[in-house]
């Protein structure tokens, strides 16, 4: 696609919940990454693949966040028994060579857990 | 945990007036990038300079960058009311140069 897809745009979650938030990334691009971002503050890292591979989840806050890839394109976030601390902008990025070219990235998933 | 800092934090400017941010980080980077994020919007990428390389130009973007103080700049000339944004400093770190870690941002905002 011409761009990276995010989806759903916005997701109200009872806490306790479980949600999924699926990424799309640009066709071709093998590196995919997901950040955190709060209100008011810079993209927090969560987890980065090469393609299907999950090279590093170093960021993801608890063992209620898992993500996968598996079949190195499209890209799923999970977050079971959700709390109101994971309230944040979930965005997704890609890139080619990413020390080349930076990210693109996606216009996130708002989560609000009520 | 955030491996930039901005500064300053919030910005305000004349349309036309030039504006400059700045951005410190601590670790030995392979290179390090400027995003924009409008309200509500995802990040845009603007710039990548390699640690090797001390400015790079693109349209009425100036990036520096000076390893010894560990630092960057970010100068848009001319400024519009369309540059009314958020902007970031992003990282790579030089032992993992794939992943990028983001500073807490300047806010600016362009006066008409």
């Known amino acids: 696609g011409a761009g990276v897809s995010q989806s759903p745009r916005y997701k109200v979650a009872k806490r306790g919940q479980d949600v999924a938030l699926r990424c799309d990334p640009i066709s071709g691009h093998v590196s995919l990454f997901w950040y955190q971002q709060a209100l008011g503050q810079g993209p927090e890292f969560l987890t980065y693949f090469q393609n299907e591979a999950q090279l590093d989840k170093s960021g993801l806050p608890s063992d209620r966040f898992f993500a996968e890839r598996p079949e190195g394109s499209v890209s799923t976030l999970k977050i079971q028994r959700t709390q109101q601390e994971d309230s944040a902008v979930y965005l997704c990025?890609?890139?080619?060579?990413?020390?080349?070219?930076?990210?693109?990235f996606g216009s996130g998933t708002r989560l609000t857990v009520v | 945990s955030q491996q930039g800092e901005e500064d300053p934090q919030a910005l305000s400017i004349q349309e036309g007036e030039n504006a400059t941010m700045n951005c410190s980080y601590k670790t030995s980077i392979n290179n390090l990038q400027w995003y924009r994020q409008n309200s509500g919007r995802g990040l845009v990428h603007l710039i990548l300079i390699r640690s090797n390389e001390r400015e790079k130009h693109s349209g009425r973007l100036r990036v520096t960058l000076d390893t010894s103080k560990k630092s960057s700049s970010l100068l848009i000339t001319a400024s519009r009311a369309a540059d009314t944004a958020s902007y970031f400093c992003a990282t790579a770190p030089y032992s993992s140069a794939s992943k990028i870690i983001f500073g807490s941002g300047t806010r600016l905002s362009i006066r008409p």
């Open positions: 990025a890609s890139s080619l060579v990413p020390e080349a070219y930076g990210y693109t």
